[in-house]
Nanobody, 125 residues
Framework: EVQLVESGGGLVQAGGSLRLSCVGSGFTSDDYAIGWFRQAPGKERERVSCISSTDGSTRYGDSVKGRFTISSDNAKNTVYLQMNSLKPEDTAVYYC??????????????????WGQGTQVTVSS
C-alpha cells in the first residue's frame, strides 16, 4: 500500500527555518509528482510547491517564492521542503501528496491520489 509520511514540523519563531520531509513507501517509481499543500483553520487548502521527476520541474506558490525550496532524494524516496524566513502566516498543517502516473506537476489537490497525514507548523511572532 502506498504511504506518505511527513515529518519535521514544529514550533519556530518568525524568521526561523524548518525542513519538512515526505517519505514514500509501498511503491517504486521514477515518474512522480510530489506536491506540498498547507491548510490553516478557516482557510482553503493552498498549494505550496511541487516537484516532478518526469520533466524536472518545480513550482511554488506566490506566497512562498524566494523563501521555500523543494528538493528530492530518490535514493531515500524522500522529498524535502526547506522553509526559510518563516512568517506567522505560514502557520498551517502541511501535507505532502503524490501522483505516480507520470503526468508531472499539477496545481490542484484533486490531482493527487495519495496523501500523508500532515505535520503541524507553527510560527510565532
Amino acid at each position: 500500500e502506498v504511504q506518505l509520511v511527513e515529518s519535521g514540523g514544529g514550533l519556530v519563531q518568525a524568521g526561523g527555518s524548518l525542513r519538512l520531509s515526505c517519505v514514500g513507501s509501498g511503491f517504486t517509481s521514477d515518474d512522480y509528482a510530489i506536491g506540498w499543500f498547507r491548510q490553516a483553520p478557516g482557510k482553503e487548502r493552498e498549494r505550496v510547491s511541487c516537484i516532478s521527476s518526469t520533466d524536472g520541474s518545480t513550482r511554488y506558490g506566490d506566497s512562498v517564492k524566494g523563501r521555500f525550496t523543494i528538493s528530492s532524494d530518490n535514493a531515500k524516496n524522500t522529498v524535502y521542503l526547506q522553509m526559510n524566513s518563516l512568517k506567522p502566516e505560514d502557520t498551517a498543517v502541511y501535507y505532502c501528496a503524490a501522483d505516480l502516473r507520470g503526468f508531472g506537476c499539477y496545481d490542484l489537490d484533486v490531482f493527487y491520489p495519495y496523501w500523508g497525514q500532515g505535520t503541524q507548523v507553527t510560527v510565532s511572532s
